[in-house]
């Protein structure tokens, strides 16, 4: 095989499809990246088994062939090189030979056969999804999936579409993220959980425009991310989402509105006294025209006042506050609506128009005031 390419284009590819080899894994051959350029056009690739990602890029192929090259290797030399084209080069024996301007690396690469090749699904109906859209809704929601996988359905996110409708949840058991886009086009009623792993890849992967679309096909194991010259093909989480629309009832007590930039800045300066680790709430007081929120921790203790409008009774309430910074920071509302019920009862925060939920657990602060 011989191929010739630019660094630039092949360094980008190479970092896209980087994100899907394995940090650990027993077969070495997964630990590479694989160079196809067994027809008329240069492919990359990588698989883990769960996310195999594929990209294409430009160059010239002088030699037809393939060749698995270990990733890591691969992709610091090809980070190292100089700015300019970059000549790949293999022989039957998969000795490798990357040359760029003056600089020569020999390496040893494998064969291409034994490579786990990305599942072939078929594309039926397609879903399109503007880039933007898709990179933004991930943002939104990808902070309240669960990190462990004691709930394997809980490191994903549900992906549901009704006609136009897109709603994306994500849950870890203290709070719920929900968001609902419009589609450009109607669909039939479709339910897949998708790995937050593959959702944290894809929106380091893609570009954004929001000219930009993403072409999604769904199977009944796997979805499929089409976009510029990149193809994303992950398997799905098995298994019946949680039924969450009878956690989200309408009624409440008290209702605030508040400038989002003012608590959300309040709330992160009382963290200042929190130790990482340490789980100190913060207390809401919410009387006529003003919310006093305090916090108290080992260090020492911090209150500030904050204008709002309330509706209906006065509350006092304890959260873990990262979980409301992480909500209003994905919020771009000028102001927000905080719906409460009782002290033991979740928060949501909420727009009129319902395009986001989200739901906060409240925490016990009688052990706060200790």
Do not use: W
Request: a negative charge; aromatic letters at 6%.
């Amino acid at each position: 095989m011989k191929l010739i390419c630019s660094k630039s284009n092949l360094l980008r590819g190479v970092n896209i499809v980087s994100k899907a080899v394995p940090t650990r894994t027993t077969m070495a051959i997964l630990e590479c990246i694989l160079i196809d350029a067994s027809a008329n056009e240069i492919k990359l690739m990588a698989n883990d088994m769960e996310l195999g990602i594929e990209t294409k890029i430009e160059g010239t192929i002088e030699e037809r062939g393939v060749i698995a090259l270990d990733a890591k290797i691969f992709s610091e030399i090809v980070r190292k090189l100089p700015d300019n084209d970059v000549i790949i080069e293999t022989d039957a024996s998969f000795k490798t030979v990357i040359s760029c301007e003056k600089a020569k690396f020999n390496i040893v690469g494998k064969s291409g056969d034994d490579f786990s090749y990305i599942p072939y699904i078929e594309k039926n109906e397609s879903i399109v999804i503007s880039q933007f859209t898709l990179k933004e809704v991930i943002r939104q929601t990808i902070f309240s999936i669960a990190d462990n996988d004691n709930n394997k359905l809980m490191t994903g996110e549900l992906f549901e579409i009704n006609e136009n409708q897109l709603k994306v949840v994500s849950l870890d058991g203290h709070r719920i993220s929900i968001r609902n886009i419009e589609l450009k086009n109607n669909y039939d009623h479709k339910k897949v959980v998708v790995p937050g792993k593959t959702l944290q890849e894809i929106s380091k992967i893609i570009p954004g425009g929001v000219d930009d679309d993403v072409i999604i096909y769904l199977s009944d194991n796997h979805i499929v991310f089409d976009f510029d010259t990149t193809t994303v093909v992950s398997r799905l989480i098995e298994g019946e989402y949680f039924k969450i629309d009878q956690m989200l009832s309408s009624d409440y007590e008290t209702k605030v509105k508040v400038n989002k930039r003012e608590l959300l800045d309040c709330i992160d300066r009382s963290t200042l006294l929190v130790k990482e680790g340490d789980k100190k709430p913060i207390i809401m007081n919410v009387t006529d025209g003003s919310m006093e929120l305090k916090i108290t921790s080992f260090i020492g203790s911090m209150n500030e006042d904050i204008d709002i409008e309330k509706e209906g009774k006065d509350i006092l309430i304890g959260f873990n506050p990262k979980f409301f910074i992480d909500a209003l920071r994905v919020i771009d509302e000028e102001e927000v609506s905080l719906y409460m019920v009782n002290p033991k009862a979740p928060c949501f925060i909420k727009d009129d128009e319902g395009k986001f939920i989200y739901l906060i657990l409240p925490v016990n602060f009688n052990t706060a005031t200790n």
